[in-house]
Each structure stands twice: as C-alpha cells, then as structure tokens.
C-alpha cells in the first residue's frame, strides 16, 4: 500500500479549507489533511493537534506515514501563544525521537524539523506568517483578492463598528470574515470558499509561500 503523507491541522474547519486548495493545486490525492480528533486525539484544537504529534511521528518511525506536516495558528502571546512559544511546544513533542531542537527556516517561510538518524524532515507552518501573531483567518485576510477588498474592507469595518458584541477581542478576525463570507454569492459557507469562490489573491506572496512550503515538505 502507498504510504501516507499527512497534514495535521487544528479542525474540521481547516481541514476543509486545505483539502481545496490541494486540490486546487492537484495534490488532494498526494496529501492527506486530518485534524487531532480524527487522528484519536482527544479534541480539535491547537493543542490537540500539538499533544497528538508523537502519536504520529511513531508513524514515521513504523513507516505507516511517509511524510509530516503541521499547520497551526500562532494565535497571541497575550493569551498564551505566539511563533516563539509554538515553536517550542512542536519541538518538546518531537525531540524525544531525535528531532533536532532548532527548526531551519524553509526558503517559503515555514519551519522545517531535521532527523538526526534519517527519519523525514517535519514541516512546520505557523498561521498567518511564521512570525506574526495570528490566524489562519489572519492569513485569509492578508490576500483578499482586489475584486473582494471592497467587501472585506466593508466587513470588517461594520464588525469594528458594533457596540457591544458577544465575541472576545480574540475572536474579532474571524468575526470579520464570517460577516465578509455571509456577504457572498452562497452566504453561509466556511473558510473553503474563499477557494472554491476564488475570493483569494493567488500571486499574493504569502499564498505563494504556503504553497511552496507544502510542495518543499510533502513532494
């Protein structure tokens, strides 16, 4: 049997997300995009992604997996995030099974986790950017396509605007691109309509890191 090439993410929202844009990219039948819970972890999130990862990198080691990748937010050092404490959770998860404790910085910007006996190198990618805080919609919202900025730009205006909302400041962003997906041509559609509605900017640089990061850790 073909081994599998992984790609953990936090939730079944992102999941969808990056199953289209491989596709949109022709790698759906190349990379495997699974969030903790369907992995047996014990919840989806950040850190049940983070906690799930010697579970799979037991897979590298058994040869059941062939390749390994991580995307996660970096969400705010204010509550308990960030690029640098992120780096170091993935790191004390995997170093134990010989993972160097000092990423190398991919050539499109994400992270890459070397083997010092010859397991696969683990790709890290931390939303948006690998160094700013953030979100996948962070990420979203930094390539709205032009003929979107105007509906995005309205969104998030009209979000700023509310007196008292139910959301933590925390959750404004994705409070933003809810209101700017409701806006379109089939309201209500998550995260991987902004792929499949081509509301992206695919010659945006950050698009283009993302992608070549996948294709560097995975091809």
Known sequence: MPQIKRLLVEGPN?????????????????????????????FNSKQGAINLLPNIVNNLVDGSIEKLGIVIDSDTVENGGGV????????????AFGYTNEPVK?????????????LPTIGAWIMP?????????????QIVSPAQIPWHTHA???????HTPLFPPIRKQKAEIATWLAWQEIPGKGLDYTITG???????????????????VFL
């Open 14 to 42: 992102d999941k969808y997300f990056f199953e289209e844009l491989l596709r949109k990219h022709s790698l759906e039948k190349i990379i495997t995009t699974s969030p903790a819970k369907e992995l047996g972890g014990n």
């Open 84 to 95: 640098t404490l992120t780096l170091r959770q993935i790191t004390a998860k995997i170093e």
């Open 106 to 118: 991919s050539k499109h910007g994400g992270y890459l986790f070397k083997h010092n006996d010859g």
């Open 129 to 141: 950017n690998n160094k700013d805080e953030g979100s996948i919609e962070s990420w979203v919202s």
């Open 156 to 162: 998030c205006k009209i979000v700023t605007q509310l």
């Open 198 to 216: 081509s509301m992206l900017d695919e010659s945006a640089q950050l698009y283009i890191n993302l992608l070549g990061w996948i294709k560097e």
